[in-house]
């Protein structure tokens, strides 16, 4: 199959399943951030479930069907036009040679994920076709999309049993997070603020890290020294000198010197892609089973 | 030594080591037992100064089975089986040019800047850590007389191959970058690059010393690099 970008979108890049055997070398994990969105977009495609897919930041392409073949949306929930026709975007979309695939921007939700039938014809690093900036460097350039750039996919990437994978059922509101390395440098007081209460996400927020309106106070000995920088991932709740808790997303860096309070569980990272600023969402702190 | 393993969220598990000299070849003992044991299921493993971060994947593998394997590989994974170490002499230029912090750095150290730039060659250096960026060693060994504070407010862009000192510790910038070391000089060539292989040059344990430089030799060895006739294994022993 074969997409021409006529417009690029807000962000639209290409992401899979990320880096995570370079951390050891300073290359954050990255990746698609909803990564259950991305599996299930693929699922519907028929795609195996680690293949590539674009992701879409608030405002999406604009695209040519070159070369006919089916893409499927998961993620927020991004109207898909087909020749300026809603279609329903729950499942497949089948699209013909010179039909326009079109989006609206979510009523919730941040970040969609197309899925496209094929094995992806992109170019790789460190054995990932995602997109990848840091600082002002794109990594890997041709993984951001711009205007008159062509996605090519060729027969083959679809799996003659695909996986069934359900719907995921996001839950923006309510992000679950168990006790992280450094959760007693909380004092009690930035406990209650914290934990179940609404916090909003503020900017700059990016793929890097969601950042809140808190003003945590830490236990006296945090600030006398400071922490030995240590290994952080995906769904870290740090808290900055000034007391902001951000939580980290799949680019952050690997390791941090911040106080690591909360860890979110895996099923509630995926969730973190679909908040945006403005948006309110409150943490559950959850046990660890006894063992 | 102690080491703690605990719990790190619901798919990751961090192992804490307490000893007396810097625990860094601990970490790194147990990074490479991972890699080469590569046990079901684990998806990265972060080694930094005195820690290891775990993470694996919960439908592979539990934090009961990573926790017995772990405790598993510490058992054998010596300290000493970290010696494959590189001994590298890197070419630096101090030229004051590229040297954007030779004015205070003279101030606050009361040291010339010739004085300065030989005790920082003096020294040997150990890759402690990679991180905070891809490819940027943390480098232990600084003299104490170097020892210096970071700006209070942090450049916005230090140039990729700066080396540069904060606090006892010594760096180079791999790419451009917001940063607030205090910057000494440059090396000729790239710390990352993406198109290789293994796009960091240094890895954690690798011992460094640099090899001052005039500009006119920097500018060749660039020139050489740009033109890939630069063989840069001729920098380890």
């Known amino acids: 199959m074969r997409l021409r970008f006529v417009t690029s979108g807000l962000r639209t890049t290409t992401q899979d399943a990320g880096r995570p055997e370079y951390t050891h070398i300073g290359v954050p994990i990255g990746g698609a951030l909803d990564k259950a969105a991305m599996r299930y977009a693929n699922s519907l495609v028929g795609n195996a479930l680690q293949t590539p897919v674009l992701e879409l930041t608030m405002t999406g392409p604009r695209l040519i069907c070159e070369s006919a073949g089916k893409v499927a949306l998961a993620g927020a929930q991004f109207a898909a036009r087909v020749n300026n026709q809603l279609v329903d975007s729950r499942q497949a979309i089948a699209l013909a040679a010179g039909d326009e695939l079109s989006f609206e921007s979510p009523t919730t939700g941040y970040r969609g994920y197309l899925a496209v039938e094929g094995a992806w014809k992109v170019k790789t690093w460190l054995g990932s076709a995602s997109a990848l ?159 | 030594m102690t080491v703690i393993i605990r719990p790190y969220g619901d798919t990751a598990v961090l192992v804490e080591f307490t000893s007396d000299d810097g625990a860094t070849p601990s970490a790194m003992a147990l990074h490479r037992a991972l890699r080469s044991e590569d046990p079901q299921g684990i998806v990265s493993t972060t080694p930094s100064y005195d820690s290891i971060l775990v993470t694996f994947d919960n439908a592979k593998t539990s934090y009961s089975i990573v926790h017995a394997t772990l405790v598993a590989l510490l058992e054998r994974a010596h300290p000493e089986s970290t010696a494959s170490e590189r001994l590298w002499s890197i070419p630096a230029c101090f030229d004051p040019s590229f040297a954007l912090d030779c004015e205070p750095l003279q101030r606050e150290l009361t040291m010339s800047w010739d004085s300065l730039v030989e005790t920082f060659c003096r020294s040997e250096y150990r890759v402690s850590v990679i991180g905070f960026l891809p490819g940027f060693p943390y480098l232990k060994g600084l003299a104490d007389t170097l020892r210096c504070r970071r700006m209070k407010t942090p450049r916005t862009c230090v140039p990729a191959s700066s080396v540069a000192i904060a606090g006892d510790q010594a760096g180079i910038y791999p790419l451009d970058s917001p940063g607030g070391w205090r910057i000494l000089g440059r090396v000729p060539i790239p710390l990352f690059n993406p198109e290789r292989q293994m796009p960091a040059l240094l890895a954690p344990n690798d011992r460094v010393s640099f090899l001052p430089i005039a500009l006119a030799e920097f500018n060749e060895l660039g020139r050489q690099w740009d033109h890939g006739d630069l063989d840069i294994k001729a920098w380890i022993s």
Request: glycine share 6%.
């Open chain 1, 133 to 291: 900036r840091i600082g002002s460097h794109e990594l890997l350039a041709s993984a951001v999309w711009q205007a008159k750039d062509v996605l090519e996919t060729r027969s083959g990437g679809v799996i003659p049993w695909p996986a069934i994978v359900l719907s995921p059922t996001p839950s923006t509101t309510m992000i679950r997070a168990y006790r992280g390395p450094e959760y007693d440098r909380l004092e009690p007081a930035a406990i209650a603020q914290l934990i179940e209460r609404p916090l909003s996400v503020v900017a700059p927020s990016n793929r890097i890290g969601l950042r809140t309106n808190t003003a945590l106070s830490l236990t006296p000995s945090t600030h006398a020294k400071e922490m030995v920088s240590s290994g952080v991932q995906p769904g870290t709740v740090q808290v900055t000198h000034d007391g902001q808790a951000i939580i980290l997303l799949a680019d952050a860096q690997t390791i941090g010197g911040y106080p690591r309070v909360l860890q979110c569980a895996n099923r509630s990272i995926d969730d973190l892609a679909q908040l945006r600023v403005g948006d309110q969402f409150s943490l559950k702190l959850l046990d660890y089973p006894s063992n």
